[in-house]
């Protein structure tokens, strides 16, 4: 597989767009609900994004499942 310079600059930008929307987060939780939510905000982005990975991958796998059946 050959990765070219566009497609490292593409997955570059999109960390980019993700650290800048983090910051952006962080600042209205900081100036809303305090320094102290940001673990907290931050802990249920991550079980959020948790349960939406483990929900499309048993769809995922359910279709697969049926597929041979």
């Keep these: ?8 600059a593409m997955i570059s930008g999109l960390f980019n767009v993700g650290i800048g929307g983090e910051s952006i987060i962080g600042g209205i ?3 809303t609900l305090g320094v102290g939510a940001v673990g907290y905000v931050g802990g249920a982005v991550a079980v959020a994004g948790t349960l939406w990975c483990a ?12 597929a041979e059946a």
């Design 55 to 66: 929900l499309g991958l048993g769809r995922l796998l359910g279709s697969a499942g049926r």
């Design 29 to 31: 939780v900081c100036d």
């Design 1 to 8: 597989m050959i990765v070219t310079g566009t497609s490292v």
